[in-house]
């Protein structure tokens, strides 16, 4: 990344993200960012909130600090896991639903038969 470019992404919006989002949205564990920082491939800001301070992170430096640790499949892997377990649950969600509807029904019919 030039760095033009890598100054421009603090300022794009979804371009940063906290080191709190990293270790969930990636895996990452915060001994792992520190390290990443410490060897100069990820790039920080100090930020804010109440007070407690939070490393700002580039989007993009994050992806490629994760490819090169654990290969360019990790993160195609995980983004399946994420969209396997977003199916699942709207899966069950709909059986429910299903479930409920079906003794709507039966409820309805029983009522005309009366």
């Not at 603090?10 to 564990?29: P, Y």
Request: aromatic letters at 10%; glycine letters at 6%; proline letters at 1%.
């Amino acid at each position: 990344m030039h760095s033009g470019e890598a100054n421009s992404a603090w300022f794009k919006k979804g371009a940063t993200l906290s080191d709190k989002s990293a270790r969930e949205e990636f895996g990452l564990a915060q001994e792992e960012i520190i390290e990443g920082i410490e060897d100069g491939k990820l790039q920080y800001r100090i930020n804010y909130v109440f007070e407690n301070p939070y490393f700002k992170l580039v989007r993009s430096e994050v992806e490629a600090f994760v490819d090169e640790k654990y290969g360019s499949n990790y993160l195609k892997k995980k983004k399946i896991k994420k969209e396997l377990a977003q199916t699942n649950k709207e899966l069950k969600r709909l059986k429910k639903q299903v479930a409920s509807l079906e003794q709507r029904k039966a409820e309805l019919l029983d009522s005309l038969d009366e």
